[in-house]
């Protein structure tokens, strides 16, 4: 018997569909609950999927969402569904997929991803051949809701696809899409490529049998009238280039032929599409040779992309001049990454997968100004392709960038700007006779009235920096230094930002030659802090840590401290422990201790006392956490990172006056946790810390040291073995003196290890080796082992004879603990 809702249980179920869209809070809580007590009944389900697949009569916004609560349903407690829900739920959406709504359609493509991507497709064997058969019906909308549905899947699990896992589907499937890219209907042919595209990156074999029937196949819809098609196509061109460049060879003239045009598409997501193809192509060998012929008709095209286009003028509120009152919303500011004072390490942001809503199948930001665009990416395909061709670029750029730069209307004199700034890396040497001329322009369009324009000229100027610098102060680096200072101040946000990372750009080239201007520079900077939003607070404070690193010492003048102190040790008591805007303060004030030495002094302990507790705090919710991960929240390990950053940061500036605070505090015991922790970066900065410890003062780190050594030769054996001979002696003569623990073990193998990578490194200290290895009373079996086979090594080595003349040295008692021990 197939089932069927209760009449009052279906009411109940739409009563809470439609008490769901309602935008009151309230009503909002109790759905919640009542979905919470509905999860109990193990049927409720089959009650969404009913009202998705076979309640026409309802309006389709209520029965897409009714699928879009089961799927979320399907991603928490799939595996506690009963077998018989789990049965009918697959089954309907099968037979549903060619529903005559694309809503219908998209949501239900998105129920079965869902529940394949739980049971990874294994559990589900009929799941492919059943949609792939249904790619064959008459009925358009049952082609469509397949296509969709395979689509989703391709993007989700195509590693698993081109796996033995399931039988290598791809090699029925692949040469299936391929037959539709003929199709009459541009939606299934642009699904089609779509799900072919997913394979190329993973090179999957069932794709690269049949590589040339793809490549000609997307020859043949070049001239696609759909959009989406094209962008298809061109998507599929870029990715070829990266893995099967060697089957494009013989088409590249007309390939390129094709990018030109279709970097013009007047749909401005074909046309950054066919962008990325010469950002590709710059990072290929074979580059120069096949452009060269081309940068007469390319550069052109790439300078026209580098204009805003309105839709961005409108969004980036181009009109609007001063908002520099307006308090920035949360989306404002992106995650940033911690920077690790020894090594800059790329944190992935972790994007979660939750963002999908209905919108799977269309694009999800064409409306809002995405972060990568047509502008971005023509800027660097620019920037890359200045790199390859150098100053052979200018004769094509040249003739068109005096037009753009005195153009009457900004926003082309802003995409002139942007093209000078793109470029400098490359063309440098050939820019060099004409920047007499420009940097006193672009200087003056720092005062533009069109924000935009003074904005990117702070980001050109910054570009330059490295000429302006090698010039005489007086000639450009001072007039810009003026103006870029009142950019700071300007009453534009965006300017504000601009004008800040320039500054910093400006100082780390310029570096003491900012000495004389430094009052002039941290009165303004000061100024700034009453002035700024949130978001550019936080670049504010990097130009500040970035002046404390290029002028170091010359900072610690009380005139300087007096103006600079004061605002960031107030910020520093505004935050709270949680409070991620420490971080980036916590670096600034880092490079500030290291600069001002001994001025750092008067503020050096709440400072120091901050960081010790941000650590402590994290190394006990990582416990807590390690512990009952059910109950405890990760802990954001950023805060330990930065604050053992801004410790190192206080022992190098501090020196020896850093070493009553670490005698008063606890410092040590948390560095050896921090060793231990699980993420690199956490060790690596522990490490630094360590270092600047040593230097700052020995007598507390002393103790530890040994066991540290002895540590680092069991990790990395190879780095540290070839050093033996320098510490082995005073090593031994201090682990002899520790009872035997848990750390004298670890050091000690460190040490054998180490021994056998660089026997030599021990002969001449060999008598203080064995002395050592005495002082342990129970080594575990394996130690034991270890020290068993390098005495026996050595005295097999220097034979008997010499063994005995060398072990008349020995003090008796050593002697008979060796013997006893160890038969030698």
Known sequence: MEWQPDEQGLQQVLQLLKDSQSPNTVTQRAVQQKLEQLNQFPDFNNYLIFVLTRLKTEDEPTRSLSGLILKNNVKAHYTNFPPTVAEFIKQECLNNI?????????????????????????????????????LNSEDYNTCEGSFGALQKICEDSSELLDSDALNRPLNIMIPKFLQFFKHCSPKIRSHAIACVNQFIIGRAQALMDNIDTFIESLFALAADEDSEVRKNV?????????????????????????????????????????????????????????????????????????????????????????????????????????????????????????????????????????????????????????????????PHLLPLLKGLLFHPDWVIKESGILVLGAIAEGCMQGMVPYLPELIPHLIQCLCDKKALVRSIACWTLSRYAHWVVSQPPDSFLKPLMTELLKRILDGNKRVQEAACSAFATLEEEACTELVPYLS?????????????????????????????????????????????????????????????????????????????????????????????????????????????????????????????????????????????????????????????????????????????????????????????????????????????????RPWCTSLRNIRDNEEKDSAFRGICVMIGVNPAGVVQDFIFFCDAVASWVNPKDDLRDMFYKILHGFKDQVGEENWQQFSEQFPPLLKERLSACYGV
């Open 234 to 394: 061109c998507r599929a061109l870029v990715m070829l280039l990266e893995v099967r460049i060697d089957r494009l060879i013989p088409h590249m003239h007309s390939i390129i032929q094709y990018m030109l045009q279709r970097t013009q598409d007047p749909d401005e997501n074909v046309a950054l599409e066919a962008c990325e193809f010469w950002l590709t192509l710059a990072e290929q060998p074979i580059c120069k040779e096949m452009l060269s012929g081309h940068l007469v008709q390319l550069i052109p095209i790439l300078v026209n992309g580098m204009k805003y286009s309105e839709i961005d003028i409108i969004l980036l509120k181009g009109d609007v001049e001063e908002d520099e009152a307006v308090p920035d919303s949360d989306q404002d500011i992106k995650p940033r990454f911690h920077k690790s004072r020894t090594v800059t390490l790329q944190h992935e942001g972790g994007e979660g997968e939750e963002g999908e809503d209905i919108e799977d199948d269309d694009d999800d930001d064409d409306d809002t100004l995405s972060d990568w665009n047509l502008r971005k990416c023509s800027a660097a395909a620019l920037d890359v392709l200045a790199n390859v061709f150098r100053d052979d670029l200018l």
């Open 520 to 728: 002039f520079i941290l009165d303004t900077l000061v100024f700034a802090f009453g002035k700024y939003q949130h978001k550019n607070l936080l670049i504010l404070y990097d130009a500040i840590g970035t002046l404390a690193d290029s002028v170091g010492h010359h900072l610690n003048q009380p005139e300087y401290i007096q103006k600079l102190m004061p605002p960031l040790i107030a910020k520093w008591n505004e935050l709270k422990d949680e409070d991620k805007d420490l971080f980036p303060l916590l670096e600034c004030l880092s490079s500030v201790a290291t600069a001002l030495q001994s001025g750092f002094l008067p503020y050096c302990e709440p400072v120091y006392q901050r960081c010790v507790t941000l650590v402590q705090k994290t190394l006990a919710q990582a416990m807590m956490y390690n512990q009952h991960p059910d109950q405890y929240e990760a802990p954001d390990k950023d805060f330990m990172i930065v604050a053992l950053d801004l410790l190192s940061g206080l022992a190098e500036g501090l020196g020896g006056n850093v070493e009553q605070l670490v005698s008063r505090s606890n410092i040590m015991t948390l560095l050896f946790q921090c060793m231990q922790d699980t993420m690199p970066e956490v060790r690596q900065s522990s490490f630094a810390l360590l270092g600047d410890l040593t230097k700052a003062c020995f007598v507390h780190v002393k103790p530890c040291i040994a066991i540290t050594i002895g540590r680092l030769g069991y990790v990395c054996p190879q780095e540290v073995a070839p050093q033996l001979q320098h510490f082995i």
């Open 98 to 134: 060619g529903d005559p709504s694309p809503l219908i359609r998209a949501t239900i493509g998105i129920l079965i991803t869902t529940i394949a991507s739980k049971g990874e497709l294994q559990t589900w064997p009929e799941l492919l051949p059943q949609l792939c058969n249904l």
